[in-house]
């Protein structure tokens, strides 16, 4: 099956410093990428959508200069958290989407900020 | 908008046998699909089964199958002979066709815990 790789699995980062979060479809062209956030025993909350080549689009609620979305090809996007604080620190899921639709989620990266 | 809702935080089931988990949803589509994923605790999410809403017949997947009732918009989740590694937080989703992929909507959960 396909398989859609995040990068890092956890990372701890201090307060005020910015974190980048990778995903990759590693044998599959990824035409849409999606991002959400899942707090501890909570339901995935989507974050924005991001299709190659173009800005990203983001869900009501969520700061875009926060939380920046780089989909640079068709095999990886990224989430740099800038400017973190401890309120941001959360589980962070991608999933990838082929052209025909269907969904591959990454193993999802754990942020704490201190 | 689109809402989804499982009403059963929390479920347990002995081994071997049968649990029910409960979905509802919200739309205003007359097209879309609704599907139930796994999350162990890993926190990998796994696609346990999916369902078109435009086919009458229910989806099946080995021991899991839903009873999709549209009119009513319920979409509820049964495992049959429940195993240990069954064990985990089911989510209900759904979302609407996209040639941008698919949004997912998702529901709060239900953690199912399965007893020996």
């Known amino acids: 099956g396909a398989v859609v790789s995040q990068h890092p699995s956890r990372v701890i980062c201090k307060s005020g410093t910015s974190v980048k979060i990778e995903c990759r479809s590693l044998?599959?062209?990824?035409?849409?990428m999606f991002w959400y956030r899942q707090f501890p025993k909570k339901s995935l909350m989507l974050m924005a959508t991001?299709?190659?080549?173009?800005?990203?689009?983001?869900e009501q609620g969520v700061e875009k200069d926060k939380f920046l979305i780089n989909h640079a090809s068709l095999t990886l996007s990224t989430l740099t958290v800038t400017s973190a604080h401890p309120e941001d620190s959360s589980f962070y899921i991608c999933?990838?989407?082929?052209?025909?639709?269907?969904?591959?989620f990454g193993e999802g990266s754990r942020l704490t900020v201190l | 908008a689109q809402t989804v809702t499982q009403s059963q935080p929390e479920m347990s089931v002995q081994e071997a046998e049968t649990v029910t988990l409960s979905c509802t949803y919200d739309?205003?589509?007359?097209?879309?699909?609704l599907f139930w994923y796994k999350q162990p605790p890993s926190r990998q999410m796994i696609l346990v089964i999916r369902?078109?809403?435009?086919?009458?017949q229910n989806a099946t997947e080995n021991r899991f199958s839903v009873n999709f009732q549209k009119a009513a918009k319920s979409f509820s989740l049964k495992i049959s002979d429940s195993q240990l590694g069954d064990a985990a937080m089911y989510f209900c989703?759904?979302?609407?066709?996209?040639?941008?992929?698919?949004?997912?909507?998702f529901g709060e959960g239900t953690q199912l815990t399965v007893n020996p």
């Open positions: 044998d599959f062209q990824a035409t849409t």
């Open positions: 369902q078109e809403a435009y086919k009458q």
């Open positions: 991001s299709n190659e080549g173009s800005k990203a689009t983001y």
């Open positions: 739309t205003s589509e007359s097209d879309y699909y």
């Open positions: 989703a759904y979302s609407v066709w996209e040639t941008s992929g698919s949004r997912l909507t």
């Open positions: 999933s990838a989407s082929r052209v025909t639709g269907e969904l591959f």
